[in-house]
Nanobody
Framework: VQLQASGGGLVQAGGSLRLSCAAS????????MGWFRQAPGKEREFVAA????????SYADSVKGRFTISRDNAKNMVYLQMNSLKPEDTAVYYC????????????????WGKGTQVTVSS
């Protein structure tokens, strides 16, 4: 599966952004999907994940209550709605796919898209 993230940009603290990830291939619903982010000088970290049919989700503690992951299998899309953004959310955001299961470990993801930059100004 090939992935392409989009929707990043510059936003003020407290604002919102919606990231999208478009997936190619007919087997999108066979993958659990995740969002990760990487800030300069830091390791790539887990943000959120969603199960294959969207029934289960998982979030990093740092984004719980502010971010929402969703997917539309008919459109081969996964989304990350980000509200109440903070400067510490500034990072390159990546979407990823796995057959491992709902996972917060980047090592279990097989496919990665190019990232999209999110910058939150204070």
């Amino acid at each position: 599966v090939q992935l392409q993230a989009s929707g990043g940009g510059l936003v003020q603290a407290g604002g919102s952004l919606r990231l999208s990830c478009a997936a190619s291939g007919r087997t999108f619903s066979s993958y659990d999907m995740g969002w990760f982010r990487q800030a300069p000088g830091k390791e790539r970290e887990f943000v959120a994940a969603i199960s294959r049919i969207g029934g289960r989700t998982s979030y990093a503690d740092s984004v719980k209550g502010r971010f929402t992951i969703s997917r539309d299998n008919a459109k081969n899309m996964v989304y990350l709605q980000m509200n109440s953004l903070k400067p510490e959310d500034t990072a390159v955001y990546y979407c990823a796919a796995t057959t491992y299961g709902l996972s917060g470990s980047r090592h279990t993801y097989d496919y990665w898209g190019k990232g999209t930059q999110v910058t939150v100004s204070s």
